[in-house]
């Protein structure tokens, strides 16, 4: 009685395949169709991509090793690799103060020579060469800030008159530094925040004396308000931008020279050098001018 139970709760064994007959063959899967990139753009498309699809609790390991290695896989040289990294810890400035005036800083790219020196020589040029002090030395960033004390106020003055080592009348000079396999890139950013914000308040003085003109011109004609206030604000940055520019052009020529002279392990300006300089040229001046006649 138990057995006939039992057998009845089996359950029912398959069909079997008759004698003779081949096992059927799994059907094939549809090909998967190759990624098609046309562009390096398009590489760093489909890339960003795949990090927006990264969970948002887990970070993406970005070290030195894994970006040398997706560059090899991409075939980008080393010292473009680090020139993007110097790049990338710039500041990037984008507001709507940055898109009417400019941006409040400036830099300058370049690959250097590997070697122990580095941070040795990028300290000689900001204190000897523009006669700054450096207050921080953190891995792979020197930070350097303006001497306010009355040497560091000559040494700006003798420097701005001999038209070179003008870092100093800028508050902040920071040094990124990135190496990529062996190769090394460096980045000169100056901070210009302080002259911006001259700029834009002079243009804001030059727009708001605009616009009381405005104003009492439109006690006179009133239809005229509608096309002379916006001119007013738009003369205002138009003044602002003019005065920011050629602090942004100083800035600029400072710091393309100094990466220049860094990577071609050049001896920055001295304040003697300045000094001499200078003493030379008011004695080529002296000899040029005609000396008056004792006679007449």
């Known amino acids: 009685m138990t057995d006939g139970g039992a057998a009845a709760a089996r359950p029912p064994e398959p069909p079997r395949r008759p004698e003779g007959m081949a096992e059927a063959a799994p059907a094939p899967s549809a090909p998967v169709a ?94 000897r060469g523009h006669g700054l002090r450096v207050v921080a030395v953190d891995g792979e960033q020197i930070r350097a800030i303006r001497r306010t004390d009355k040497l560091g106020k000559i040494t700006a003055s003798v420097k701005a008159a001999g038209g070179s080592g003008r870092l100093g009348r800028f508050r902040t000079t920071t040094v990124h530094t990135a190496t990529v396999d062996d190769r090394t890139a460096l980045g000169v950013e100056v901070e210009l925040i302080e002259q911006r914000g001259r700029a834009v308040l002079g243009g804001t003085v030059a727009g708001t004396a605009g616009l009381g003109v405005v104003a009492l011109g439109a006690v006179i004609v009133s239809p005229l308000v509608a096309v002379a206030a916006p001119a007013a604000v738009v003369g205002g940055a138009a003044v602002a931008r003019k005065s920011y520019r050629k602090h942004r052009e ?21 304040l003697r050098d300045e000094v001499e300089s200078r003493i030379r040229g008011r004695s080529r001046r002296s000899l040029r001018e005609p000396r008056p006649d004792d006679s007449a």
Do not use: K
Request: glycine share 6%.
């Open 34 to 127: 190759p990624i098609e990139v046309g562009t390096r753009d398009d590489v760093g498309r489909v890339i960003g991509r795949a990090l927006e699809h990264e969970p948002a609790n887990e970070t993406v390991a970005t070290d030195d090793e894994v970006l040398s290695a997706v560059a090899r896989e991409l075939d980008v040289a080393p010292e473009h690799l680090a020139l993007a990294v110097v790049e990338e810890r710039a500041s990037d400035d984008t507001g709507l103060v940055a898109r009417i005036v400019g941006p409040a800083t400036v830099s300058a790219q370049r690959v250097v020579l590997v070697d122990d020196a580095l941070v040795d020589r990028v300290e000689q040029w900001l204190e």
């Open 250 to 270: 100083i800035a600029e020529v400072e710091a393309e020279e100094m990466a220049d002279g860094l990577a071609r392990n050049h001896r920055p300006p001295r």
